[in-house]
């Protein structure tokens, strides 16, 4: 978990998702949180996935993919806020 907490730390845009992630959201509602455009929040989105720091709920959805916290990303989550 260490190397995934440092990788989100060293990333800005990787940190304001992960903060906004505190019940499942879709894209858009963290696009309008963060102020980051919906290209970067589907690129960490992804790349969370990737990391199995998040996880897309309802993947056959083309529109309104709903993603949560794995617990990994719970614990990095909380890390980061202490």
Known sequence: M???Y???V???QRKKVIKM???PKIPTQIKKE???SLNNV???LRA???KKIARCMNPK???GRLYKLTPKGMRIKEELEK
């Open 34 to 36: 963060t102020g980051l």
């Open 61 to 63: 959805e083309k529109t």
């Open 48 to 50: 969370f996935e990737r």
């Open 6 to 8: 440092s990788w989100v």
């Open 10 to 12: 060293r990333g800005k």
């Open 21 to 23: 992630l505190n019940k």
């Open 2 to 4: 260490e190397k995934e």
């Open 42 to 44: 589907s690129d960490v």
